[in-house]
């Protein structure tokens, strides 16, 4: 059985001068806009994020599980994306014998190293990892929503 070999990850790294593990900044967002600066945690209302750069963001509960970055929610499996309650679309026409379903709310949520957040859903998902860079790109301000529009 063949182990990983560390060294050659070492000497690929000194062959292109620049460490692998460097965090990636995509080229619209700089680093300022992307860490934040306080992170506030509801497990039933949301999270709120202080950006270094003095934006302030409000993420409902709701809000950021129909933005799960995962690939099951995603659609990337070539499945139906995950409809987004937050903006009115509905997975199927209102039943008037509809059974009872709890809110969305978050049971668990951890850091991801220094670049994300892992949040575990009521209705068992626990696949999506919400990185900064995600969270500031589904920021959902009048302000942020104007930039993307555009």
């Known amino acids: 059985m063949l182990g990983h070999a560390p060294y050659l990850r070492r000497a690929r790294r000194r062959a292109f001068g620049k460490s692998v593990t460097a965090s990636y900044k995509p080229p619209y967002m700089s680093s300022q806009q992307t860490d934040p600066e306080h992170i506030a945690i509801s497990k039933s209302r949301g999270i709120e994020i202080d950006w270094k750069d003095g934006h302030h963001s409000s993420y409902g509960v709701e809000y950021l599980r129909d933005y799960c970055p995962c690939a099951t929610c995603a659609g990337s499996h070539g499945t139906e994306p995950r409809p987004k309650r937050s903006l ?20 668990d949520i951890e850091p991801v190293g220094q670049y994300a957040l892992k949040i575990v859903w009521n209705d068992g998902h626990s696949a999506g990892i919400y990185s900064y860079d995600h969270l500031r790109h589904i920021c959902p301000c009048p302000e942020c929503r104007a930039k993307a529009a555009v």
């Not at 009115?88 to 049971?107: E, I, L, S, T, W």
């Open 88 to 107: 009115g679309q509905n997975a199927a026409p209102a039943n008037p014998f509809q059974m009872y379903k709890a809110k969305d709310r978050m049971v």
